[in-house]
């Protein structure tokens, strides 16, 4: 009796959780990507920003993550024949910096460069396709990521979630700090789940503090070290100078390394000498 107990439990087990290393593989190598429209930094990450993965990009104010956010929102929409998931964005906003004259011009700019294809898509076709969430606070940013779940299995052709950005109501006015850890780490949970399961990427933006350490302060990302396991890859953006970088900080699949960028009126593009600071509108 005891042995068909076990045969029953391991057989459920190995239904909803177990896989080979080669499946886990050939899962990874099939990984569908969110082109960034700059070349160079598609090609340190492997091809674009991952499906079925959480990727965290975090930087000081200006450095572009937003417009870079803003960037996948627009691009997860390219046409299948055209090499992109033709999928729809959610995007949730927790510190108001989504703008839609900005998005309009990264559309018009993804339109021109569609331009050759047979299939036409307009500015306000893009827009048409980015379900926004603005929180305005802790709670109502937990109640938005658990109802997630549900709306993106009500709106199966959402191909990214965008978190812009995950620190901000949880570095202010927040004293108990067990219960932050725990939210957080439910909020991880519940963000890696919903990119496995609807194979979806997860991209969510990050503050940075100031952290004595050694004798001296560094700059590193909120939410402190716990955090940092929440994603599968971190990307981090600085300044060198007077040009935008991006450095490939955690990853399983590709090594560390470091690309310049560019933020454009048409976007997120490579980094050239003439290369000029967009309008932050």
Known sequence: METTSLSTSWNQLSRFGSQTAWEMLEKEESSRRITTSCADLDKVVGGGFRCNQVTEVGGVAGIGKTQLGIQLAVNVQIPADCGGLEGKAVYIDTEGSFM???????????????????????????????????????????????????????????????????????????????????????????????????????????????KFADGSFHLTLALGDSWSHACTERIILFWKGSERYAYIDKSPSVRSASVSYCVTERGIRNSSSNCKLVKMM
């Open 100 to 210: 839609l004259e900005r998005v309009l011009q990264i559309a018009q700019a993804c339109v021109e460069d569609l331009h050759s294809s047979h299939r036409k898509m307009t500015p306000a076709d893009f827009l048409d396709n980015i379900f926004y969430f603005r929180v305005c606070s802790y709670a109502e940013q937990t109640a938005v990521i658990n109802y997630l779940e549900t709306f993106v299995a009500d709106h199966k052709d959402v191909k990214v979630v965008i978190i812009d950005s995950i620190a901000f109501h949880f570095r202010y006015h927040f004293d108990d700090m067990p219960l932050r850890t725990r939210l957080l780490g439910e909020i991880a949970l519940k963000l890696m789940k919903l990119a496995q399961k609807f194979s979806l990427a997860v991209v969510l933006t990050n503050q940075v503090i100031n």
